[in-house]
Each structure stands twice: as structure tokens, then as C-alpha cells.
């Protein structure tokens, strides 16, 4: 007979709802199996796999096909035999029947109804599923499902049910994810529209699923790291309406997607949200709800040649955020903004069109727009302007011309400002005493002056 252990751990809901999901129904004695200190999963293959008492899993498999052949036929009897007896005499019956099996030492055990599980948390040790399919529909969260953290326990394939409203966690760190780190290829990943969230590393590092992600309509939040690395998803991105804010890293070298669309009420774009998502072609719009765009959110994604349009909600746009992307076209910066970033839009050389930059913005980091050499036209400096980085349009050689609203002292204050850029003309405003019309040197560079704003 098993120990009282593996019966307790038999007994678990977290257990047994994993092995549940692999399709066990109520009473089948079979599927359900203790031998000596191991309880027993099935692969997708039907196949047993053990995990031993401490939640490890277990190679080769633990029973072999004449045992499990006798345990059936001991559970078959067992239920045959007890039909027509009370609840007592089917206990004693199937006590009877598991100990004529002594000679394999197999003990079978009734499996839980999966209806009245709602809710599977993640147990202080890795619960290693192999060919899970079906996350039923009654589940309300799948806080961890699985963690296919050894060679050959990934998931080949699952659905995930039309009632589950929560996938993963807060994100508390690496190993948090509900299906971390699964290299297996399931193909396509859709997340029903009951779902609400979606946690920290949910599906961390999937780098070989090799179809297309549907996010459903209800998802409020994407969780940091969600979707980490998962480079073969392919297809158009869709973030839905209901999407209010994408974490940090959450779609990160996510390169296999050929398009991407945001919903109209996501307010924030985490840090590094999109980084290398290369794949990525056309144009980008940021909507209207975003306020903030984290640093790196776009940085690398080298495969947007359309234009960039910045919603008129957006106050932050972080350091590096659009570096190496390759848009076209003009940039205006709305008057939202109050804050560039360094290096947010730096090496963009393939913008052909004006830079405008908006009336709020108070603050332009260091080589915010070095290396945009496709810039043509006048450039204005609003009177918001407080600070002005090192080589802020470095490069920037096709720009001659600064209509500059802010005054000498305030241009002047970083001595590389306009350090490597074309600019050879600043108009100032004829009411500025600190500008003097004439010859002069401001941020490095040689210019014109004119006080005629």
C-alpha cells in the first residue's frame, strides 16, 4: 500500500485537477494512481509519467502497462462488484480490490468531479504537466498551471478555457509565470474574451510556438514580461480596446509578428514593451489614451518604415524609446508632451519630412535627435523649453534654421547643444534682450543671429 503521504498528495486538489485536465472523469479509478512514494501523470500519449513525494518529476515511467492493466481490472471489479451496496460496502469493496493488486503494489484511488474546481494556485513545488490539452471552462484562474522548466515536460498543446478570467500572477520575479518557459510548439495561442488579466511571465520565453496570438477582447492588463521572447508567433498583433496598460518587456523580441495595432484605451507602454519586435512593418500610431511611453518601448524595431504619429495625451516619452526604428514622413511632438528623453528618437535618418516640436515640452535630453539627418525645414524652440542636452540634433544637417522662443542663456547652457548639427541661423524674438543680432556661438556652433520673432 502507498504511504499516508502520497495519499494526502493524491488527495490535493492542485494535483488532482492537473490530472483532471488531461480529460479524467468523476470515479475512474485508473487515472489516479500511487505506486510506492510516486503519484502518477499522464502524456499526451496516454503514457504514465511520476512525480515523486516532493513534487519532482520522475523517469522512466513508474508503471508499466501490466500494472496498470491490473490495477483497471481490480477498480473494474471493484465497481462491478459494489453496484447495488451503500457507500460503506463500496469503500470496503474498493479497499478489498486495490489490496488483491499487493502483488504489483498498486493502490487505485477515485478521481474529483473537475467541476467543482475553480481555481488552480501555484504549490510549493512544481506541478510538471506533459501534454496538458484543456484548461476546463469552470476554471476562474490558472495561477500556475504548469512550469515547463525540464526537457520533455512542455505542453505540446492546450486551450484555455471560456471562463478563466486570470493568467498568472502580479509577476513577483522569474519562475512566477503560469506557462514559463515552455519550449515546446503548441502553434497558435488564443486567450479567451473572459480573461481579464494577464500576469508577470504568463508565457514567458514560448520561443517555439508557431502560429498566431489572439488576445481577447476583455484583457485589461498585460503583465511584465507576459510574453518575453517569444519570437514565432507570427501575424498581426492585436492589443483590444480593453487593454488599459502593457508591462515592462511584455512583448520583448516578440519578432515574428508582421503588424501592430493598440487598442484606443491603453494609457502606459512599459519599459522595453516592444523592444526588438523587428517584424513589425508600416506605419505606428500611438493613440490618444497613452500618457506615458516607457523607455526602449520600441527601440530596435527596425522593421516599421511608415510614419509615426504620437497621440495628443502622451506626457513621456522615454530615453531610447524609438531608436533604430525607420520611420518616414514628418514628427510632431504634441503639445502634451513635457518631457524627450536621451536618445529617443536617435539614428531615425529616415524621417523625410519637418520636426515640430510641441508647445509643453520643457525638457529635451541628450542626443534626443542625433543621427536624424533626414529632418528638412525650420526648426522651433517653444518659450517651454527649460533644458537641451548634449547634441540633441547632432546630425541633424538638413535643419539650418532655429526659430528659438527661449533665451541666449537658456540655449546656451549645455556648450554642445548644437554641436555636429546643420544649423547656421537662430531667429530670436526682437523682445529678448539676452540675444544679441550677430555673430555668435551658442552650443558649440558658429551661428547667425536674427531678432526678428
Known sequence: MADKR?????????????????????????????????????????NFV????????????????????????????????????????????????????????????AGRDPSTLTKLVKPDKSVYAYGLN????????????????????????????????????????YGSGAFQDNSADYGSLVIPDSVTSIGGYAFFYNSSATGSLVLGKSIVSIGDYAFYTDSSFTGELLIPDSTTSIGLGAFHTCSGFTSLTLGNSVTSIGNYAFNGCSGFTGSLTIPDSVTSIGSYAFQNCSGFTGSLTIGNSVTLIGGNTFLGCNFTGSLNIPDSVISIGSYAFYGVSSFNGSLTIGNSVTSIGNYTFAGCSGFTGSLTIPNSVTSIGTSAFYGCLNITNINCYVTRTIMNQNPAVLVG?????????????????????????????????
Open 50 to 109: 511520476g512525480m515523486d513525494a516532493e513534487g519532482n518529476p520522475t523517469t522512466p515511467p513508474i508503471a508499466t502497462d501490466t500494472e496498470v492493466a491490473a490495477a483497471a481490472n481490480a477498480a473494474q471489479a471493484a465497481a462491478e462488484a459494489t453496484a447495488s451496496a451503500d457507500a460503506t460496502s463500496k469503500a470496503n469493496a474498493a479497499q478489498a480490490a486495490a489490496e488483491a493488486t499487493a502483488a504489483a503494489d498498486v493502490e487505485a484511488l
Open 421 to 453: 548639427s546643420g544649423v547656421t541661423t537662430i531667429h530670436a524674438r526682437a523682445s529678448d534682450s539676452t540675444w544679441t543680432a550677430g555673430a555668435d556661438a551658442i552650443g558649440g556652433k558658429s551661428v547667425t543671429v536674427i531678432k526678428d520673432l
Open 134 to 173: 484543456t484548461i476546463p471552462t469552470n476554471f476562474a484562474n490558472t495561477e500556475a498551471v504548469a512550469l515547463g522548466l525540464s526537457a520533455g515536460y512542455d505542453l505540446i498543446g492546450f486551450e484555455i478555457g471560456s471562463k478563466v478570467t486570470a493568467i498568472g500572477n502580479s509577476g513577483d520575479g
Open 6 to 46: 502520497i495519499k494526502s498528495m493524491l488527495r490535493d486538489p492542485r494535483v488532482i485537477a492537473v490530472q483532471q485536465l488531461h480529460g479524467f472523469k468523476e470515479n475512474d479509478l485508473v487515472r489516479s494512481i500511487s505506486i510506492a512514494s510516486c503519484a502518477v501523470l499522464l502524456d499526451e500519449n496516454g
